[in-house]
């Protein structure tokens, strides 16, 4: 198959591209060229800005495609410009979109369906705040998702949305499981907001990569929506404590009224995974119509942290104020107990 990736330099991306070569496709990635490419070299490479029509144009409007995975679409009229563009060009579309879709609903518990997407959603936040721009993040997945299954309807673009939580593997570029990993590492107080405290159930980027295989190479999922999602859900007492044994490490973890973490602006990073934008998503259909089956959590916790031991990545963001975390920890909380 020809087969193009619209990102494809980093994490779900990066794996994918090398499975489908290792299989005998025919790869072309389109992206801005910024990110440090270790893709094979068989791999057609193309540069441009997919937020800019012309370039998008440009780059794609002669070409033909079997398939086409888009890893960075982020609004409805970026949905409607790739649509517009690929209309008749493409066999299969998959959109990889976010359980976030669901976060800005009303009404809903979790974990969430397919069937709980429509109806009310919430109204925005209050502007230049991290809820605010969560939020608006969920609504413009939303509205990409929309765009693309109008065309579905309309034209019979053939199309199929994925819907992923937290992606946890050995190449995630925000590094939020190793900033875990490194202060379990250094032994010292896990800053985690009291509230709130929901369960977590992530999906192991190889998963996504081997059911997403198996759809382009079936063509199965035209003009629906999955969930992606592991099958556990665990408390974030519960996950730290599997990282901590599969390290050696007992995990101090301290939870802080939010507020003073917010004031000290220590989240998300001190704990990413304790925020109310986690998305908890219900896999069962997946299951059913696709075969799709998910790596126990243990196993790939296991997979993830020995690769991360073995092969330093670089320091992640979410970790640079690790010291004042501690002085912070030392200073204030230390008093208050």
């Known amino acids: 198959m020809k087969i193009l990736i619209i990102g494809g330099t980093r994490n779900l991306g990066h794996s994918l591209v090398h499975e489908l070569v290792e299989r005998g496709h025919t790869v072309t990635v389109f992206n801005r060229g910024m990110t440090r490419d270790e893709l ?37 009229d970026e949905a409607d410009t790739i649509g517009a563009l690929l209309k008749g060009k493409t066999g299969h579309y998959f959109f990889l979109s976010s359980g976030q879709v669901y976060l800005v609903r009303e009404g809903i518990e979790r974990p969430f369906k397919e069937a709980d997407y429509e109806g009310r959603t919430m109204p ?16 413009d997945k939303r509205a990409a ?23 946890n593997g050995e190449r995630d ?18 800053l985690v907001p009291s509230t709130p405290n929901h369960a977590l159930r992530h999906v192991y980027s190889g998963d996504v990569v081997r059911i997403m295989l198996h759809m382009i190479e079936k063509r199965v999922g035209i003009g629906k929506t999955y969930n992606l999602s592991q099958d556990e ?3 974030l007492d519960e996950f730290l404590g599997r990282i901590g044994a599969i390290m050696g490490a007992q995990p101090n973890i301290v939870r802080v009224r939010r507020d003073l973490l917010e004031a000290n602006g220590f989240v998300p990073d001190c704990s990413p995974f304790s925020e109310r934008w986690m998305s908890e998503l219900d896999n069962a259909l997946s299951k059913t119509e696709l075969n799709a089956e998910y790596t126990p959590l243990q196993t790939y916790l296991e997979k993830i942290v020995h690769h991360y031991l073995d092969h330093v990545p670089p320091t992640p963001v979410g970790y640079r104020r690790r010291r ?14």
């Open 233 to 235: 859900s665990v408390m």
């Open 324 to 337: 004042a975390e501690i002085t912070f920890y030392e200073q204030v909380i230390g008093q208050i107990e």
């Open 173 to 190: 570029h925000f590094g939020r499981l190793y900033g875990y990993v490194l202060r379990l590492k250094d032994g010292g107080p896990i």
């Open 40 to 76: 094979p070299e068989a791999v057609e490479r193309l540069h441009g800005d997919r937020t800019d029509p012309d370039q998008l144009s440009a780059r794609l409007s002669r070409r033909t495609f079997d398939t086409v995975i888009d890893t960075a679409l982020y609004k409805g």
């Open 124 to 139: 925005a936040p209050k502007l230049d705040t991290y809820g605010y721009e969560e939020w608006l993040y969920g609504m």
């Open 145 to 167: 998702e929309d765009k693309l299954m109008a065309a579905f309807r309309r034209d019979q673009f053939p199309a199929t949305v994925l819907r992923l939580p937290m992606v």
